[in-house]
């Protein structure tokens, strides 16, 4: 993967969250443990899902902070955290978060990847569905 | 109500609040689907929509900040970033011809 834009490390295939929130918050972490951004990158996420529902369809959101966060961008980096028992997003079922680290354009090209896979019902399911690492970063990279 | 030809349509932009997540999908299947039209598809914040700008795209609930930011410019709002009908229908009239206004 280029430039470690998605690290396996910011992949979590096993994860729960009660809700959106604790899901935003546990793509944030993975986020901020891999070096991607600084500890108030998290709470900018919040508050952009608060504006505008990042939800993108297939049981997918994507969740990513403000403009003004982008000052507590490290690099450009990409978290995959799938929840499999599922998670409400404001009426939508989400499984897989794609969190979102950009201050410059390193991640648009995953972006395109993912938007690719979210218009194809059968890899949309087969991503929601991964259990592994390699398989994730193989559908979008 | 601003509206322009769909033959004049040279530059659309995706707009959102940080033109890092929702936006960039969009603009890239735009791109795809325009590829063949001479139509250039950028994405930006919603604050820095560049004056060269025909057609803005932005989310519904970001269309009064993009007005505010954008006067006078031909404004598609969507509610959905994948497959909105007010994607598919901005697409298929820079195809076909005809008039975009909003």
Known sequence: MRDGLLDPRAVLLHESASGREEAIRRCG??????????????EAMLERERSISTYAGEGFAIPHGTAAAKEVVLRDAICVVRFPGGVDWDGERVTVCVGIAAAGDGHVPLLAALADVLLDPDRARALREATEVNQVIKELT | MPSIDSKDIRKIIVACDAGMGSSVMLASQLKKQLRDTGVTVAHTPVNDIPADADVVL??????ARARAAAPGKVLVPFQIFLGDPAVTELVATIRNGGTVDA
């Open chain 2, 58 to 63: 932005c989310h519904a609930g970001l269309a």
């Open chain 1, 29 to 42: 972490r993975a986020l901020v443990d891999v070096g991607a951004v600084a500890e108030p990158y998290i």
